[in-house]
């Protein structure tokens, strides 16, 4: 019996000492937080607008019920009628919103408030086209455009930053504003707003130089210049082995990050390891399911692993959320360029001619449009585009135009070879 106490007392004195080292879920399994979707409320006036409020809160239901780190519950019962195991069932956060009808636009807004203390954490609005025929795109960009916005606020409070400096500001207000403030400056990029872009959030974390957020946020923006050519062959090296070291840092620190899966998934999709990229990109939109910038991704790597039926329904399902902006013009040209590789080359115009208007000044778009219109039998547009590409990337001829090939698919290969071949046919230099 003596023999029996003093062991037990040996097993707790270990578990106290290991307590300090161990996460919280490793002694007391921590249940995941919970979360009612109220009913939309219907401020719109408008005869459509009950179904419309019905219609919009049953898919952010669905959207969050999606996302695997939370719990989706039926809301708390009205006062007077709350169950006696009421207390135990309240959620932690609430979802509410409103839906508003203007002179010509739907507008749905919503936030995410603390139960118990009202405490208001994110605030979403989304407003769509009232002139959009189809209703089921108008309540899909509704409900994404705010779904997104909040699952990225709640992602933040769940996964709160792991960045020990000292120099750390306050709360994210600091470097949140620095990835801001870069995401706007290359939402219709060019080379030069990319390069202001790096410039700013290198200088941010230069000032805070361990800080997690920004070193992803500057790893997955220099991931976007590789994928663009934006960097030398030798710069390039350079920086996927130092986006390659931060991002394994990144996700040991902070494994249920948005940002840091997104930036992991667009690191290896950079860098040719496309299935690795699809396991990665699924993991972010578990805890995003409307995040389009995950869903380009997921694209391209079924694009060029040969399966372009499942690319193109997945860049059209981004295109339905159409959510966040500054990605809208990717999976416009991705579902142009597997429309090409399938050979649909009236359908590719439309995509890419949208894409183009939105990001004029890739260079590539017009390059890619060129060979849509030679397809076409548009030869004098070929041409204009090609000269406008080649204005806007200066020396690109048949071998640098395209990817490397490391690991892409044998169909993909050749679809692809066939595409660049309309580009020469409409002007662009072989050598």
Known sequence: MIGAVAAFCVIIIGLAVAAPVLKPDFLFKRTPPRIAVTAIVDESNDPRGATMAADATGRLTDGFAKIQNISVVAPRATAGVESANAVTAAPDYEIRGELQRGDQSWTLRARILKTGSGEVQAVAAASVSGEEADAQIQQSRLVAGVGHVLARRLNELLEPSATPSANRKASTGGDRVAVEQALASINQTTRERFGAAQ????????????????????????????????????????????????????????????????????????????????????????????????????????????????????????????????????????????????????????????????????GRSHLILAAAYQRTGRVAEARAAIEEGLRLRPGTTKLSVWPPRKNMSPIYVVAGDRLVQSMVDAGLPEQ
């Open 199 to 362: 410039t700013m959030l290198q200088k941010a974390l230069d000032e805070d130089p361990d800080n997690v957020d920004l070193a992803v946020a500057l790893a997955s923006l220099q991931m976007r210049g590789i994928q663009m050519v934006w960097f030398s062959p030798d710069e390039a090296a350079t920086v996927e082995t130092k986006a390659n070291a931060t991002l394994e840092r990144a996700l040991r620190a902070k494994p249920n990050s948005i940002p840091v899966l997104e930036a992991t998934c667009r690191f290896l999709s950079a860098t040719n390891h496309f299935v690795e990229s699809l396991v990665t990109c699924a993991k972010a939109l578990s805890f995003d399911p409307w995040d389009g910038s995950a869903l380009y991704l997921v694209g391209l790597g079924q694009m060029f692993l040969g399966r372009f039926d499942d690319a193109l329904a997945t860049f059209r399902q981004a295109d339905r959320y159409d959510t966040p902006p500054a990605s809208r013009w990717t999976w416009l040209l991705g579902a142009g360029v597997t429309n090409l590789l399938m050979e649909r080359n009236e359908d590719a115009v439309s995509w890419l001619q949208r894409s183009i208007a939105i990001t004029p000044a890739t």
